[in-house]
């Protein structure tokens, strides 16, 4: 379970099956350069509407290097690379904080930014 204060005095209590909190204590030298990385990017918050649009523009919301080739007649699927960035799921974790911050606390529509 996460909880998450706004600065709105709202908390707000997250529980879902398949929420997992960060861990950080994974094993090899690239993982522990990353990790304070990894909490910088965890660590944003959404608090301006302009800086969550933004968020929203720069992140795409799936991968944009997926393609199906055609060849002599084949079909080729390249799956998407975004899942060998490290830091993919604090991107997509930060999207999808803008995204909520948009919709939740100044509701907006966020139907243009979802794919």
């Given amino acids: 379970m996460e909880t998450i204060n706004h600065t709105h005095n709202h908390t707000h209590t997250h529980t879902h099956p398949n929420y997992h909190p960060p861990n950080y204590k994974k094993r090899g030298i690239f993982n522990n350069l990353l990790n304070p990385l990894r909490r910088v990017v965890d660590g944003v918050q959404v608090k301006h509407n302009r800086i969550a649009h933004l968020i929203c523009q720069i992140i795409p919301c799936c991968c ?39 919709a939740d606390e100044c509701g907006e529509d966020v139907t243009k930014y979802i794919c």
């Fill in 64 to 102: 944009p290097f997926e393609r199906q080739i055609k060849l002599f007649g084949r079909s080729f699927d390249i799956p998407a690379l975004c899942k060998l960035n490290p830091l993919y799921n604090e991107f997509v974790g930060l999207r999808f904080r803008a995204l909520s911050y948009l």
